[in-house]
């Protein structure tokens, strides 16, 4: 890995560390409609304000045996979970996108998307608070990335992949409401948008790739009898991970699959 390559991917893990400890205030305050700004970080327990020292991504939790140090009621281990499994993405996304101006958009993509997914696995939500910012903050970075790359045809694509993504679904969502929620069809045209910046097939990949990974897991669940046929199961998370993985490994994806049809 070259030098600036893995300089970016190591300082883009540490700040995933830290965007991972204030996703946590995100996904506990987001659905409940709470404030994501005021109050500060304090226990659900006992009400008592979080010290900066016991706010320190990872360590503070490990330091701390996992409790609170005022009443010593048990912290989920969910938080330290999202800021490393956050700062890992960061590290994967860093690397990626090491020499490109559309890093900062694929990490707000990033942070974006693992709010979204805890929220909708406990809620079965995905809450527009999150995601009409985050749409204008992608809109807004990639156009940063387009000017700074002399590259408009990929942000006009972009949007239009977008647009086409959330006609598709919003069709999927008209035919069967119980089927897609309308959630998913405010998270299509984020996915599309960060697919489009890549190319058209990475927007056909990436949400065949969801469609495939909820499919499979379903029908998984349902056959180990963990959920029923007609329970709800979230669809968001496979879709973010069906983006995902074509954002990060879309381009040798694309090259097998046309190299595979020769």
């Known amino acids: 890995m070259p030098v600036v390559t893995a300089l970016v ?4 893990g540490l700040y995933g560390l830290v965007i991972g400890s204030f996703l946590n205030v995100v996904i506990w305050r987001v659905p409940r ?3 994501i700004v005021k109050p500060p970080s304090h226990c659900p327990g006992c009400d008592a304000k979080i010290a900066n020292r016991d706010n320190i991504p990872l ?8 409790k609170c140090r005022k009443c010593r009621a048990p912290i989920s281990p969910r938080y330290p979970f999202i800021e490393l499994f956050t700062g890992l993405v960061f590290v994967v996304v860093g690397a990626r996108f090491a020499h490109s101006w559309a890093l900062p958009a694929y ?4 942070a974006a998307l693992v709010a979204l997914s805890a929220i909708d696995l406990e809620h079965f939500i995905l809450p527009s608070r999150i995601l009409y910012p985050v749409d204008g903050a992608l809109l807004v970075l990639l156009a940063g990335a387009a000017g700074l790359e002399h590259d408009w045809g990929a942000y006009l694509r972009a949007v239009a992949a977008g647009a086409v993504a959330f006609a598709i679904f919003f069709v999927i969502h008209f035919v069967s ?4 929620g309308f959630g998913d069809v405010r998270l299509s045209f984020l996915l599309g948008l960060a697919l489009g910046w890549l190319g058209w097939a990475d927007v056909a990949g990436g949400l065949f790739a969801g469609f495939l990974y909820g499919a499979v897991v379903g029908v998984a669940l349902i056959a180990v009898k963990v959920r029923g046929r007609k329970q709800q199961i979230p669809f968001g998370p496979f879709l973010a991970a069906g983006a995902m993985t074509f954002v990060l490994f879309g381009a040798p994806i694309v090259d097998w699959y046309r190299g595979f049809g020769r």
């Open 177 to 180: 409401p119980r089927g897609m």
């Open 9 to 12: 991917a190591a300082i883009s």
């Open 107 to 110: 990490l707000v993509l990033s």
């Open 59 to 66: 360590l503070s939790w490990m330091l701390l045996r996992g």
């Open 33 to 35: 409609k709470e404030s």
